[in-house]
C-alpha cells in the first residue's frame, strides 16, 4: 500500500491534527482510514493545481530556488537578517489566483507588500501590459538581488521595481509620487496588515475601483481556533476590514486563505 503523504497541504489545522493522529496511532486499521483520508485531501488538492494552466518557466525555476535554497545556513552567516522560509512563499494555486486577479482587474498598476522570493510578483506581473509597473516591497536587501536575477530571465520582468524597506515608509513614498494601485496584494508581517490597509486608503494609493488582496487569512487556523482568538493577530486584521465601513470583503478559501476587499462605492 502507497502510504506516501507527499504534497499534504498543513496550512488546514484539522489535516495537520489527522496527520498526527496517523503518526502516532498504533492500530493498523484506524491508520490505514487516516491515510486514506489524508491523500484524499491531496488528490483533491493536486486535482485543483491540474485544472490551472501551469506556471511559466521563470516562475517554476522561482519554487524551485525556494524550496531548495538553504535559508537556515543563510541567516545563520547573516547573509540574510532573519530566518526565512519556503513556507513563506505564495504556491501554485495561489500564484494563478493572484495572476487571474490582476487580468479581471485590468490593472496596470500593482503593489505587493512581502515579495520573498518574487513568485507571486512574476506571477501578477505577467498579467500586467507592456506598460504595466509592479512595486515589490520587501526588508530583505538579499531578495533584491535573487528576486532579480529571475525577473531578467522574464519577459514581463522588466515590469517589477523592488523596492527595499520598511513597507509602510514606501507606501507613504509612493503615494508622495502620486502612484495609483489597481490592486495591492498583502503578504508581509502580519502584524503590520492592518496599518497597511489604512494606509493604502487613507492617503488613496487604492486607486478608483481598485482592489486589495491579503493572504493568510486564516493564519493555520489561529484566528479561530485559538484560546481568546479574538485577541490574535490576524483576528485584528479581519475586525479592521469587517468594522471599516468604507470596504466591502469576501474571503476566498485558497491555500491559507485570501481575503479581497473593496471600496463599498465600487461593487
Known amino acids: 500500500m502507497d502510504n506516501s503523504l507527499e504534497g499534504l497541504n498543513l496550512h488546514d489545522p484539522a489535516v495537520e491534527e489527522l496527520k498526527l ?40 525555476e522561482i519554487l524551485q530556488f525556494t524550496n531548495t535554497n538553504n535559508w ?63 512595486f515589490a516591497c520587501d526588508i530583505e536587501p538579499y531578495l533584491e538581488k535573487s528576486g532579480r536575477s529571475f525577473f531578467d530571465k522574464s519577459p514581463h520582468g522588466k515590469k517589477i521595481t523592488v523596492k527595499i524597506g ?16 489597481d490592486f495591492i496584494f498583502i503578504d508581509a508581517d502580519k502584524s503590520g496588515y492592518v496599518d497597511y490597509f489604512k ?38 486584521v479581519q475586525k479592521a476590514i469587517i468594522d471599516d465601513p468604507r470596504v466591502e470583503q469576501v474571503l476566498l478559501p485558497v491555500r491559507d486563505g485570501i481575503a479581497l476587499v473593496r471600496r463599498v462605492e465600487d461593487i
Open 199 to 236: 494606509s493604502a486608503l487613507d492617503n488613496n494609493i487604492l486607486a478608483p475601483r481598485g482592489t486589495i488582496a491579503f493572504d493568510n487569512i486564516y493564519w493555520f487556523g489561529e484566528p479561530y481556533l485559538q484560546k481568546g482568538c479574538e485577541n490574535t493577530v490576524m483576528a485584528r
Open 21 to 60: 493522529w496517523y503518526e502516532t496511532t498504533e492500530d493498523k486499521e484506524t491508520k490505514e482510514r487516516l491515510l486514506k483520508i489524508l491523500q484524499m485531501h491531496i488528490k483533491r488538492d493536486c486535482y485543483s493545481i491540474n485544472l490551472n494552466t501551469p506556471v511559466t518557466p521563470v516562475r517554476q
Open 72 to 134: 537556515e545556513l543563510l541567516a545563520q552567516q547573516k547573509v540574510t537578517q532573519y530566518r526565512l522560509s519556503p513556507n513563506m512563499a505564495s504556491g501554485e494555486w495561489a500564484g494563478q489566483v493572484l495572476k487571474m486577479l490582476v487580468s479581471m482587474q485590468k490593472a496596470k498598476t500593482v503593489i505587493e507588500i512581502g515579495m520573498f522570493t518574487g513568485f507571486a510578483s512574476l506571477s501578477m506581473a505577467e498579467a500586467l501590459p507592456a506598460d504595466g509597473q509592479l
Open 166 to 181: 520598511p513597507a509602510l515608509e514606501t507606501l507613504k513614498t509612493l503615494a508622495k509620487e502620486g502612484v495609483k494601485a
